[in-house]
């Protein structure tokens, strides 16, 4: 089973990869580049601190918390345990690949920018008001793409980036339950979200 597992992962990761033209490249770069997205992080921040006023006292490092979570969870104890090698470093993959932005690291599993991307996304879905359907639709697109150009560009296997996308929603809606508890304990109006 797993080795079926792994001959899927390996010909997802080509046949991915195999779609590279240098416009794509280019884009794929600019969706994994997480120095990219600090300028929207930085709307995000004051956009959530005018919507959610004093709440976003709790909102926001509770946010900045999952995503903290996720990424040292997925950096720091799986991807050291599973020890599983990125495809741009796999011996059967490796020659064959497109390595647009490089190999990274040795070891994959699991994606961190899946991880990541998930936990800032799912967190704010749930976190934003109804009437925010599109914005919302929006940032699981943004997740979305992120792990996909992992992929493209040969970082991580599908079940890396799917692995890292339930982490962080995980960890997401944990974090979210926590704002609740402490926005329903601490505010007397029912909180945003």
């Not at 046949?15 to 997205?37: E, G, Y």
């Not at 697109?141 to 995980?170: E, K, M, Q």
């Amino acid at each position: 089973m797993i080795e079926h597992l792994q001959e899927l992962d390996r010909w997802l990761v080509q046949s991915a990869n195999d779609a590279a033209t240098p416009a794509f490249d280019r884009l794929m770069i600019f969706f994994t580049d997480r120095l990219v997205w600090f300028p929207a992080y930085f709307v995000i921040i004051v956009a959530l601190a005018y919507l959610f006023e004093r709440r976003a006292l709790l909102l926001l490092p509770l946010l900045g918390l999952s995503v903290a979570l996720a990424d040292g969870i997925s950096s720091r104890f799986f991807k050291p345990y599973f020890a599983r090698l990125r495809p741009c470093h796999d011996p059967e993959l490796s020659a064959t690949l497109n390595l647009a932005n490089g190999c990274g690291g040795q070891f994959g599993f699991i994606s961190s920018h899946a991880a990541n991307a998930f936990a800032l996304a799912v967190f704010l879905c749930l976190a934003l008001p109804p009437r925010f359907r599109v914005a919302k639709a929006l940032l699981l697109a943004w997740a979305a793409l992120v792990s996909f150009s992992r992929i493209y560009l040969a970082a991580h296997y599908p079940t890396d980036v799917v692995a890292g996308a339930l982490l962080g929603s995980l960890l997401a809606w944990g974090c979210h339950r926590l704002y609740r508890l402490g926005a329903a304990r601490w505010w007397s109006s029912p909180a945003t979200g």
